[in-house]
């Protein structure tokens, strides 16, 4: 390729100042919270034994991993239906008053004594059957994620952002410590590919969503998308400015992987070469680099625009199949965020005059100049105990760490400085067709209007962490989610329903299940919490029932008790739609004869989630952000430190109601309310 034969050139006249090490200075980082809240990793210099010192055979095949159960852990359980509806009640009693409460327990008693048996004895009944769905709410879950036809980005995707390592402030940052995650990921999915990807300590845990991981994207299509799996992929896609390249990163026949040097050259080549301005036609119509927009587009249209893409050429399609059958999509941005909020922003979205620069169909490893790195998730296929499990063996790896307690290292893979019949980055512009030249226009309009809706906040409390909790005897997840129900009673004067996202890892494609963080006992301390007539020892006894109700419902979600995965099962089925009903059968289905429960108000407000919140605590991480999930509601993204809280808050601009930096200074004030009631510590 002529892009790819002006890097050999490149390489050829500027060989002598082309080495990557060793590297001496300092970025001119910019001065901000982010670097003071995010503390230098050191690498020890250190070896470890190889993967294959020692290794026995492989724990599973990785082609049956996703819908083969080798640890013969069991099926996510259908809860009782009376327990169901008593859980259900009890979560209402601090959400709605007394009046309202006892006509709609009407409703809920006339459903527990009429069509509620009937549909729970139909839902067992349709849950006894192998293959897929492998749960009583694994269809109607996908169906949530891939029916929804509003943009991804912000509504579905999620946000992380590595912690600074050594590596932060070296000249070439963006570029190396890029380099370095990819090989360690290739070398992570090398591992688990082979089969030798162990059970985490504390299990088993469900490993299917590892099947599917990496080298995964979204296809849009009409009413419904779809998932496509390249797990084997040996490149990744690189986006600057707007513009697509293909790097190789392994050898055709995965026996070898480009050495830190040379890639991190490649990708330092594509941030010093790819021109700033977008390339234009005639009439000033965005070509080349417009269409990762379109990935923020709503997902019909996009749908359609993906399409015309095809329909334009060969070259088109082939663009696309790169693109979709890369291992990653890695932007290399030229924002230089200098704020931890910023910094949050510019994963979870990107900046306004960056938007091309992205493709949300597909997990994104996104890297500014300033030298952060982040991942942003699409969401459909993984949750946050698979993407843990994945960024803490790379991240070990990356900074010559022992592997996590349990694991053995990842596999050495042998290095080249060249793979065979490749020159280097091959530049892939699309054919734009004229005719979507003004669509693509218009989507960059409504993608500028999207990622101005949220107003993000980014918290470092640091006025206690984990480490405090713990001489507190006290839950650290407990104390977070009681100082958000604190502050949220605090401004607000009432109760938040709060959807607060557990794992259900120890059942077969279990995946999440929601604690109800709103509970009386939580009101109840809400309302003693500022009162200074009450007594320290008071209110350390409110806190504390408080926190063992918490820790409560904790034990029963994570164990697939919880109420809303069943509700919404009970609900789908009144519906008539079943875990083998055709795609699309829930938008179809009418909802005029569903039972009085579902179709109350009180129902509807339990659900409308004021406070969306989720915790992903990882040393490694420092940022964890989403959108909000209802209009006039917060999204809460959480990291327990030892010594810190890192919480990241969204919501949207246009609410009246809600207000992120107002909520922040609500939050810290809880935060510290709790400290005076639980002293010190040990």
């Known amino acids: 390729s002529s892009q790819g034969n002006e890097y050999a050139d490149t390489l050829r006249t500027t060989a002598s100042a082309a080495l990557v090490s060793p590297w ?24 470890f034994m190889s993967a294959g010192e020692g290794a026995n055979k492989p724990f599973y095949e990785f082609k049956k991993l996703y819908d083969h159960n080798h640890q013969n852990i069991p099926r996510l359980p259908i809860p009782d239906l009376d327990s169901t509806l008593d859980k259900y009640i009890c979560s209402l009693r601090p959400l709605i008053g007394p009046s309202e409460l006892a006509q709609h327990l009407k409703s809920v008693e006339s459903f527990r004594e009429d069509e509620g048996p009937l549909l729970q004895e139909q839902l067992i009944e349709n849950d006894k059957h192998e293959g897929y769905p492998y749960s009583y709410v694994e269809k109607h879950w996908d169906d949530m994620y891939l029916e929804l036809r509003s943009p991804i980005t912000v509504h579905v995707n999620v946000g992380y952002s590595l912690a600074d390592d050594v590596d932060s402030h070296k000249p070439n940052a963006q570029a190396l410590r890029v380099a370095k995650f990819l090989i360690s990921t290739f070398k992570f999915q090398r591992k688990l590919m082979s089969g030798m990807c162990e059970s985490e300590p504390g299990g088993p845990f469900c490993m299917s969503q590892l099947g599917r991981l990496l080298g995964t994207s979204r296809i849009p299509t009409y009413g419904r998308d779809r998932l496509r799996y390249t797990p084997d992929a040996k490149h990744i896609v690189v986006l600057r400015n707007g513009f697509f390249f293909r790097v190789d990163v392994l050898n055709p026949d995965g026996s070898a992987i480009l050495t830190l040097e040379e890639l991190t050259r490649q990708l330092q080549w594509i941030i010093d070469k790819t021109e700033k301005s977008p390339t234009t036609d005639a009439e000033g119509g965005i070509v080349a680099s417009g269409v990762g927009i379109l990935t923020m587009e709503d997902r019909n249209l996009w749908a359609h625009h993906r399409e015309a893409l095809k329909a334009e050429s060969p070259h088109n399609r082939g663009v696309l199949k790169d693109i979709n059958s890369a291992l990653l999509v890695v932007c290399l941005d030229r924002a230089t965020p200098q704020t931890m909020t910023e910094r949050s922003m510019h994963v979870l979205h990107g900046s306004s005059d960056e938007l091309n620069n992205r493709w949300f169909d597909k997990f994104q490893v ?15 296929h993984a949750d946050g105990v698979s993407w843990n499990r994945w960024l803490t063996e790379v991240w070990n790896d990356m900074q010559g760490l022992p592997p996590p307690s349990g694991m053995t290292p990842l596999p050495g893979i042998p290095s080249v400085a060249s793979i065979p019949g490749v020159d280097g980055p091959l530049r892939m512009d699309f054919d734009v067709p004229w005719a979507l030249t003004a669509p693509i226009k218009a989507t960059r309009t409504r993608a500028e209007a999207l990622v101005s809706l949220p107003e993000t906040r980014m918290l470092v409390f640091e006025g206690y962490g984990k480490r405090m909790c713990k001489a507190w005897k006290a839950s650290p997840d407990g104390i977070v989610q009681m100082a958000l129900q604190c502050a949220f009673h605090r401004l607000y004067g009432k109760m938040a329903a709060t959807y607060e996202s557990c794992a259900t890892r120890t059942f077969f494609h279990g995946r999440t ?3 109800r963080s709103a509970h009386s006992e939580a009101k109840h301390l809400a309302e003693v919490l500022w009162d200074g007539a009450a007594h320290r020892q008071d209110k350390e006894k409110v806190l504390r029932e408080a926190l063992s109700r918490q820790t409560q419902l904790s034990r029963e979600a994570s164990a697939g008790m919880g109420v809303d995965r069943h509700l919404l099962a009970l609900k789908k089925l009144a519906m008539g739609v079943t875990p083998h009903s055709p795609p699309l059968s829930s938008l179809l289905a009418k909802t005029d004869d569903l039972p009085d429960m579902f179709q109350e108000d009180p129902f509807a407000y339990s659900q409308t989630w004021l406070l969306s919140t989720s915790n992903v605590t990882t040393s490694w991480n420092v940022i964890f952000n989403f959108g909000p999930v209802s209009d006039h509601g917060y999204g809460v993204g959480y990291l327990i430190h030892d010594d810190q809280v890192h919480i990241n808050i969204t919501c949207f601009k ?13 939050l810290e004030e809880a935060f510290m309310k709790i400290h005076e009631v639980m002293g010190p510590g040990a």
Request: net charge negative; with cysteine; aromatic share 4%.
């Open 24 to 47: 001496v200075g300092l970025i001119d980082a910019p001065a901000g919270a982010h670097r003071s809240a995010c503390p230098v990793l050191a690498a020890p210099q250190r070896r």
């Open 366 to 380: 996104i890297a500014d100049e300033v030298g952060n790195v982040g991942i942003n998730f699409e969401h459909s």
């Open 513 to 515: 299940e929601v604690i």
């Open 654 to 666: 246009g609410s009246p109601e809600t207000n992120s930096p107002v909520f922040a200074a609500a």
